[in-house]
């Protein structure tokens, strides 16, 4: 190996080794994520009015975008949300008062989850 080899190659790992470790977590410290994912339940929740239409968008701030929606629980009988990507529409007209509580999830482009729970209960008319 010539002396001009020697330095291409310390050169090489000099430049490689930071480049292939950088961002990466060992399991020893925490990873701090400059632009959280957050979802709260949409205000128009509180509204829905037995035998009305409704629309109502979950809305998730910080992560990155494209967001991915699911959602546990439920929704009053004649209402439901859309999911999978681009999703978060909860739509519908409820046909009852009865009162459930739903749990809508949101997943980021990164994999970030955040997830709001709230409880849907259409007022009677």
């Known amino acids: 190996m010539t002396w001009r080899q ?3 190659l310390k050169l090489f790992w000099l430049l490689w080794i930071p480049a292939a470790c950088f961002g990466q977590n060992s399991g020893g410290g925490s990873r701090i994520e400059s632009n959280p994912l957050s979802v709260y339940a949409p205000p128009c929740i509180s509204q829905v009015k037995e ?5 109502c968008q979950v809305t998730p701030k910080g992560g990155m975008q494209p967001y991915s929606y699911g959602f546990t629980g439920g929704f009053p ?9 681009g999703g978060g529409l909860i739509n519908g007209t409820p046909t009852g008062t009865t009162g459930v509580q739903a749990t809508v999830t949101v997943t980021d ?3 970030g989850i955040a997830a ?10």
């Open 109 to 111: 482009a990164r994999g």
């Open 51 to 55: 035998n009305i239409g409704v629309q």
């Open 116 to 125: 709001t729970a709230f409880m849907i209960t259409p007022a009677g008319l």
């Open 77 to 85: 009988t004649g209402m439901s949300m859309s999911i999978g990507l």
């Open 6 to 8: 020697s330095r291409r």
